[in-house]
């Protein structure tokens, strides 16, 4: 019976010692993975919330989120997850705050209230992230462009866009690959970083 408190103990220090590293397991990770997105993050909060002023709080929301999820694993990738939180956290802040921002407001569909459409926050995210489609697409190559747009937007096959541009199916896989991951980056990132490829 002497023996069960000191066992008791081990317990706890060799837990307490795995939880140390684990811990440090994570900050090593979130330094590497996620510190380096700050800037982009910055860029998107400023860009997505009406009150300055919040940008700092809810980044470090963020942070405390991505931070709690790496406890039970490393999300991968990294990229699509931390600006996934932050832009859950902005609706929630915006559901919070009830602030329908003035560009809501200038459509009267969007300020009214209907019982199946999507919130005003949501259409004002959605406008504003049509926008930038819009303005990526503009900012790509010509054939790259109408590649993305016979696929995306149109539904043509590879083989059908192949057909209709006079290039082969490997040429259109790359336009489409190009265009798809310019667009990314505009979602993403400063539109004036947008690689225009091709």
């Known amino acids: 019976m002497s023996d069960t408190p000191d066992i008791g103990r081990e317990d706890a220090i060799l837990r307490l010692q795995s939880a140390a590293m684990n811990a440090s397991k994570v900050r090593a990770w979130f330094a590497r993975e996620v510190l380096p997105l700050e800037a982009a993050l910055m860029q998107f909060l400023r860009r997505s919330l009406s009150n300055r002023s919040d940008?700092?709080?809810?980044?470090?929301?963020?942070?405390?989120?991505?931070?709690?999820?790496?406890?039970?694993?490393f999300p991968v990738p990294v990229r699509p997850f931390v600006f996934a939180v932050a832009r859950n956290l902005v609706i929630d802040r915006m559901r919070k705050e009830s602030i329908i921002p003035i560009e809501a407001v200038a459509d009267i569909e969007i300020?009214?209230?209907?019982?199946?459409?999507?919130?005003?926050?949501?259409?004002?995210?959605?406008?504003?992230?049509?926008?930038?489609?819009?303005?990526?697409?503009?900012?790509?190559?010509?054939?790259?462009?109408?590649?993305?747009?016979?696929?995306?937007?149109?539904?043509?096959?590879?083989?059908?866009i192949a057909q209709r541009m006079g290039i082969s199916e490997h040429t259109v896989d790359r336009h489409l690959t190009d265009g798809m991951c310019a667009l990314a980056d505009l979602m993403f990132s400063d539109p004036s970083e947008l690689r225009s490829k091709g």
Do not use: C, H, W
């Open 111 to 160: 300020a009214g209230v209907a019982g199946n459409e999507p919130a005003p926050d949501r259409n004002v995210i959605a406008r504003e992230e049509l926008t930038r489609l819009q303005r990526g697409l503009e900012l790509l190559s010509p054939r790259i462009r109408e590649a993305v747009t016979l696929r995306k937007i149109e539904g043509l096959s590879r083989q059908e």
């Open 55 to 73: 940008v700092e709080d809810v980044r470090q929301d963020v942070y405390v989120r991505i931070f709690e999820a790496t406890r039970r694993e």
